[in-house]
């Protein structure tokens, strides 16, 4: 079955610098990669996917790549704000079946 | 539209009681699926149904039974609850064919 790991497990940055996130998946058949921003006490909230069939994806200071071949994805957030202090989880799955999450990265933003 | 329900949000229970965790959903989607959250172990996958009378088994099933006998609900029976069931429960429901998956507000469950 699909195995995702993600890294780092925390992350630290101050206000407005930019913080990246890795995640790696085992299955090749996986087509859908999306990433969830969770607040304490609070669901996970979807950010952004992206498909097997796209390489980069943007939305305002958030963007997710996919490098297929090496099996890896990230998530890239600029210019970053202490709201966007929060746990993210990248998520593997093949089209239709479960989603498989990553343990989590806690990010902080300092001001 | 009330989207993904979940009760109740907070229960304690006893090592060996049962009881029954709900998930309710007014969007007629068809895939729902359960996830237990533990501290530095992410969203892991419980059961999931893709859709009414279809049931399977995620990574952890052990010690949880379900049942999806309307489209509407999707409840996580745990039979004899042990300490290592404590977790918060997430539900979620996916919208059609875009595999975008949303998630319940969560039950969180303590087995003393």
């Known amino acids: 079955g699909e195995n995702v790991e993600q890294h780092p497990s925390t992350l630290s940055v101050q206000e407005g610098d930019s913080a990246v996130i890795k995640c790696t998946y085992s299955d090749s058949a996986s087509n859908y990669f999306p990433w969830y921003k969770q607040e304490l006490g609070k669901r996970p909230q979807l950010i952004i996917d992206?498909?097997?069939?796209?390489g980069e994806k943007k939305d305002q200071r958030i963007a997710v790549t996919l490098n297929k071949t090496a099996k890896h994805f990230s998530l890239h957030i600029t210019e970053t704000q202490p709201e966007d202090s929060a746990v993210y989880f990248c998520a593997a799955s093949f089209s239709g079946t479960a989603l498989i999450f990553g343990k989590g990265t806690t990010l902080s933003v300092s001001s | 539209n009330a989207g993904v329900t979940q009760t109740p949000k907070f229960q304690v229970l006893k090592t060996g009681q049962s009881m029954t965790l709900q998930c309710a959903q007014d969007m007629n989607h068809e895939y729902m699926s359960w996830y237990r959250q533990d501290p530095g172990m992410g969203l892991r996958l419980i059961h999931y149904?893709?859709?009414?009378?279809?049931?399977d088994q995620g990574e952890v099933p052990n010690g949880y039974n379900v049942s999806r006998s309307t489209t509407e609900d999707f409840p996580l029976r745990l039979l004899s609850a042990a300490p290592s069931q404590t977790s918060v429960y997430f539900c979620a429901t996916q919208i059609g064919d875009t595999d975008t998956q949303y998630f319940g507000p969560g039950t969180r469950l303590t087995v003393l």
């Open positions: 992206i498909r097997s069939n796209v």
């Open positions: 149904s893709v859709g009414a009378g279809i049931t």
